[in-house]
Nanobody, 122 residues
Framework: QAQLVESGGRLVQAGGSLRLSCTVS????????MGWFRQAPGKEREFVAS????????LYAEAVQDRFTISRDNARNMAYLQMNNLRPADTAVYSC???????????????WGQGTQVTVSS
């Protein structure tokens, strides 16, 4: 059974950085694209970033372009989201997801983690 577990979320000041990690088990990691999504209170879940199964292709939401970087380590079954220059608007629960296609639509992803809270104070 596939399991995705996020870690690394915490309270950080605006302008700061965080790296989120996603530990994946129970699936053949290097055959899945990985995505990061976030959901703020009272808002719909939104796409943040995705990576192809090799890591050679990435896709970002416009709101995080040039500030966030998605990466993966196929040897360790890990995915990461490096977040720089954080803003209060980035406050949300961040979840990683695994799917067979690298897209920005949440419905395309088959497996999801529970999420980790990121709070950015002004």
């Amino acid at each position: 059974q596939a399991q995705l577990v996020e870690s690394g979320g915490r309270l950080v000041q605006a302008g700061g950085s965080l790296r989120l990690s996603c530990t994946v088990s129970g699936l053949t990691f290097n055959t899945y694209s990985m995505g990061w999504f976030r959901q703020a209170p009272g808002k719909e879940r939104e796409f943040v970033a995705s990576s192809s199964w090799t890591g050679g292709h990435t896709l970002y939401a416009e709101a995080v372009q040039d500030r966030f970087t998605i990466s993966r380590d196929n040897a360790r079954n890990m995915a990461y989201l490096q977040m720089n220059n954080l803003r209060p608007a980035d406050t949300a629960v961040y979840s990683c997801a695994a799917g067979k296609v690298m897209v920005d639509r949440s419905r395309a992803y088959d497996y999801w983690g529970q999420g980790t809270q990121v709070t950015v104070s002004s």
